[in-house]
């Protein structure tokens, strides 16, 4: 998941420390919504204010881990994070930024993923957007995964 929509600091507020614009909580608590039931054991997000944020608004009843490797990391990096992930742990969320996340998504999307889905990440990823990608190995063998969901908050 790509950090909701957050709010331009001003040369004050350092990139890092930028916070959710209020659209952008009222996204985060909507995609919890939507993620309440779906056995999420697992949240990792950058040390950025607007991701934590998210990660918080989400509402989730998982375990919260604070990575400051994925603050605006590439692909690879949130790969690396989630190859340490423990087996006994099924389902994960990243709440991270763009472009890696997108990346992320795009390279991992195999020849099973959902056609529709693939072409709504191909040319954009806007804040707050959440994909679901679903594999059978085991987190270090994390090179191809089925695109199954795509959700685009409003």
């Keep these: 998941m790509r950090h909701a929509e ?3 600091g001003g040369p004050e507020v350092s990139d890092l420390q930028r916070p ?3 659209h952008g909580k009222r996204q985060a608590a909507a995609q919890g919504q939507y993620l309440a039931d779906q056995g999420i054991e697992r949240v990792i997000c ?3 204010t607007r991701t934590r944020q998210t990660a918080e608004l989400l509402g989730l009843d ?3 881990t604070e990575a400051a490797v994925l603050y605006n990391s590439e692909a690879g990096r949130i790969r690396t994070q989630l190859a340490a992930v423990p087996e006994y742990i099924h389902k994960v969320l ?3 930024h763009h472009p890696g996340v997108a990346e992320l998504a795009r390279y991992l999307a195999d020849e099973r993923s959902d056609r529709a889905a693939l072409a709504l990440i191909r040319y954009t990823y806007p804040p707050a957007t959440l994909v679901g990608l679903e594999f059978a190995d085991l987190w270090p063998d ?3 995964a089925r695109l199954f969901l795509v959700k685009i908050p409003s």
Excluded: F
Aim: aromatic residues 6%; negative net charge; hydrophobic residues 60%.
């Design 94 to 96: 990243v709440v991270s």
């Design 46 to 48: 950058s040390n950025a």
């Design 6 to 8: 957050a709010a331009w």
């Design 142 to 144: 994390l090179h191809a």
């Design 20 to 22: 959710l614009t209020e």
């Design 62 to 64: 998982a375990e919260l």
